[in-house]
């Protein structure tokens, strides 16, 4: 009887772990599409990056200016942008050299 018991606890155990697993997975997804696609920083021009990030032209000219970026952190950094900016953007942007 205590191993029924035992191994029902442990079924138990893994359902709970993989169904908080695969919500987890679900809240991520939701949040990835709601941000919408990502713009590489490495290689969008100065408009689209104003475009898809909103931001002014002096900032999209700086982050022009100061390529390559090996990570998305070095916006920071470098003191490209302010952390506030950072914050807004670093879910919409990828930084992979072509």
Known sequence: MKLLSFLGAVGLGIFSGAWI???????VDARKSLSGPTININEASQQEIMQSLGLDAGMAERIVEHRPYPSKIDLLGRMVVP?????????RISYKAS
Do not use: F, P, T
Request: charged share 45%; net charge positive; no cysteine.
């Open 83 to 91: 952390e506030e900016i950072y914050n807004s953007i670093k879910h």
């Open 21 to 27: 697993i695969a919500a987890r997975r679900r809240r």
